[in-house]
């Protein structure tokens, strides 16, 4: 149990935690803080549920997270991927099928962690996170329109489609107040982090048109007209649980498992890559487990690893938990002291800041990438995009992982008798001793995405002391685009650190797919040689 669930907090405060640090984390803590706050109204509000449930999830999962997890820098709450699946959760079976959902997923995180399922996220194909992320990205964006516009609906069809039949039906309903209330909310907070990144922008953005509002009394829905005053305290709730039905939310819990799995260890991934460290995956997991557990019998929603969060925490100096648990501490206070003026936020602002997420979201770049890519990783986007929009997010992850896998066995078929296998290092043939300061690293097998990140952390690791590196790649049949992602941002790090790359023996389909992500212009088209002894050669005089 001890090699399991290691929180990062302990082994920190153990080996000594400096008053230097304290005073940064308490700096990068605060300004997350303050980054959370309008965006954990925002995010409860777009699924369905009162605002102060936001504000509960993201003090409590907030704390939960920091306190027990195994990232340094991890910041937790609610997240924008959850939107849909907990409005969709809240129409068909209501708060107390939330807090039940919510809890079965904690349970099956703890599971995850428990059955050392840490390394799931290199089992999910780049183009199949890309789909349903940017897929969840255009759902936000059109449940926003009607507060946006400020549009006269009445309560909106679920189906994306016919929302935006009752949009168009809607227009001459527009009140060109919010729209402008809308506007200068996504301008505001875009061109205010122009300037500085201390203050975030989206919160100078609410404050600003939330006084504007209230000053000159002007007519649009505010969260008061929907939701009346927002508790400032917090009650312990237990749900009515009828077990004879507790099967019903299994797929749900389980959208909420997978999804906040994926995109905590995506975020403590990234995390890792900007500071130089790593995570514990197994006990990030359980300590997410344990959030989502807790936090529903307080009123909460599901929570995750929130990746922009946690990257604000970085960028201001966190390092350590410490960050992650002031920045619980920060909304607790904001809320007992200053909650009462939240009722005041206006609906528009809090769709203009839901529109500047659900942008960032989207991942179109990627999209846009994969869709250059092969046929194969096209159909994963493709499907899993079009379920999340026009079905449901829980039959969009399942058919397109299932569909993942059949197309790879496809792929492995085309291949022949293609097998994974790496070497750390290599014999050398009939060219001699290589000078020191020269290694090799052979990828032998499909650079697929189960194989990736193995693949890109192997290399990573092997090149730490070598000036160039010759990288052979005669026996890889194909690179899908988690491939090529991971293999991309690998070369990166080793360029950065003025490592020579040096590929050999690239086959043409693969050639093809490093042209398109530009790979072969970050190594240079002059680095890259048919043949070994080529390559060999253009190292002995690079040395």
């Not at 192997?458 to 090529?484: Q, W």
Request: with cysteine; aromatic share 10%.
């Amino acid at each position: 149990m001890k090699d399991i669930f290691r929180p990062k907090l302990f082994t920190i405060i153990k080996n000594g935690y400096s008053k230097k640090q304290f005073t940064k984390d308490l700096f990068a803590g605060i300004i997350v803080g303050i980054v959370a706050l309008p965006l954990a109204i925002a995010f409860a509000v777009a699924s369905g549920v009162s605002p102060e449930k936001g504000l509960i999830t993201a003090v409590i999962a907030g704390f939960l997270i920091s306190f027990l997890g195994g990232s340094r820098v991890q910041i937790g709450g609610p997240t924008g991927a959850f939107i849909v699946i907990v409005f969709g959760i809240v129409s068909q079976y209501g708060i107390d099928g939330l807090i039940i959902s919510t809890i079965l997923a904690g349970i099956m995180l703890v599971a995850f962690g428990l059955l050392k399922l840490g390394s799931l996220l290199k089992f999910i194909p780049h183009p199949l996170i890309v789909g349903f992320t940017s897929g969840i990205a255009l759902v936000i964006f059109s449940t926003q329109i009607k507060d946006a516009l400020g549009l006269d609906t009445g309560t909106l069809p679920a189906s994306f489609a016919d929302k935006w039949v009752i949009y168009y039906k809607s227009i001459d309903t527009i009140n060109y107040i919010s729209l402008a209330i809308t506007a200068g909310t996504i301008l505001i907070a875009q061109l205010f982090s122009k300037i500085t990144n201390k203050i975030p922008g989206t919160f100078v953005a609410i404050i600003l048109m939330t006084a504007a509002v209230a000053i000159f009394k002007l007519p649009v829905t505010t969260i008061e007209t929907l939701f009346g005053e927002i508790k400032g305290s917090f009650s312990f709730t237990t749900p009515t649980i009828d077990f004879a039905n507790l099967g019903v939310y299994l797929a749900p819990a389980l959208t909420i498992a997978l999804l906040g799995a994926i995109e905590s260890l995506l975020s403590a991934v990234v995390a890792d890559g900007m500071i130089g460290s790593n995570h514990r995956s197994n006990t990030e997991l359980i300590a997410q487990g344990i959030a989502n557990i807790v936090t529903p019998f307080f009123g909460g929603i599901p929570a995750t690893g929130a990746i922009a969060r946690t990257a604000t925490n970085i960028k201001n100096g966190g390092r350590t938990p410490i960050a992650g648990i002031i920045h619980a501490v920060t909304l607790l206070l904001i809320m007992l002291f200053f909650g009462r003026f939240a009722k005041l936020i206006p609906m528009s602002c809090l769709a203009g800041i839901l529109i500047i997420v659900s942008y960032n979201m989207s991942e179109w770049r990627s999209f846009r990438s994969i869709l250059k890519g092969s046929p194969f990783d096209i159909i994963i986007l493709l499907t899993t995009f079009l379920l999340t929009v026009f079905v449901d997010l829980t039959v969009a992850i399942q058919i397109g992982v299932v569909l993942s896998a059949i197309l790879f066995m496809k792929r492995m078929a085309d291949n022949g008798q293609a097998v994974l296998k790496d070497k750390d290092t290599e014999i050398m043939e009939n060219y001699g001793t290589l000078s020191h300061g020269i290694e090799v690293y052979e990828i032998s097998g499909p650079f697929f995405f189960g194989a990736a990140k193995h693949y890109s952390e192997v290399l990573k690791n092997h090149a730490s002391s070598t000036k160039i590196l010759i990288i052979r790649m005669r026996h890889v049949p194909f690179i899908d685009s988690t491939g090529v992602h991971n293999f991309k941002e690998v070369l990166k790090q080793l360029k950065s650190g003025n490592k020579k790359i040096i590929l050999s023996g690239v086959q043409p389909g693969v050639r093809k797919e490093l042209d398109k992500a530009r790979i072969s212009f970050l190594v240079g088209k002059a680095n890259i040689f048919d043949n070994f002894n080529d390559a060999v050669k253009k190292a002995e005089e690079l040395i």
